[in-house]
Nanobody
Framework: VQLAESGGGSVQSGGSLRLSCAASGFTFKKFNMAWFRQAPGKEREEVARFVIEGTIGYADSVKGRFDISKDNAKHTLYLQMNSLKPEDTAMYYC?????????????????WGQGIQVTVSS
């Protein structure tokens, strides 16, 4: 299983970025997928998740601003981030798990990308 994030960078407050997570080595449709982020000195936290049966969930801090989606044909997970704020600055990771017990816990995800930096300046 390989996951590779792209699309990060630096933007000003209010700007937008779209992260992509290209996946390979597994049956894409059979896995639960999520985006997490980790800021310096803070714990890794869930940002958004796409559960197998189609359920989508977001952290309260990003609801209405971020949009998670995926393209099964391209084996790619996306995170569209709008109205970015300085507090969104973090390393962003995509993660996947076949059998998910607690979607909010990073410990429940087996496979991780290498992470990509998102920096939002005020």
């Amino acid at each position: 299983v390989q996951l590779a994030e792209s699309g990060g960078g630096s933007v000003q407050s209010g700007g937008s970025l779209r992260l992509s997570c290209a996946a390979s080595g597994f049956t894409f449709k059979k896995f639960n997928m999520a985006w997490f982020r980790q800021a310096p000195g803070k714990e890794r936290e869930e940002v958004a998740r796409f559960v197998i049966e189609g359920t989508i969930g977001y952290a309260d801090s990003v609801k209405g601003r971020f949009d998670i989606s995926k393209d099964n044909a391209k084996h790619t997970l996306y995170l569209q981030m709008n109205s970015l704020k300085p507090e969104d600055t973090a390393m962003y990771y995509c993660a996947l798990e076949e059998i998910l017990i607690n979607p909010h816990s990073p410990q429940d995800y087996t496979y991780w990308g290498q992470g990509i930096q998102v920096t939002v300046s005020s």
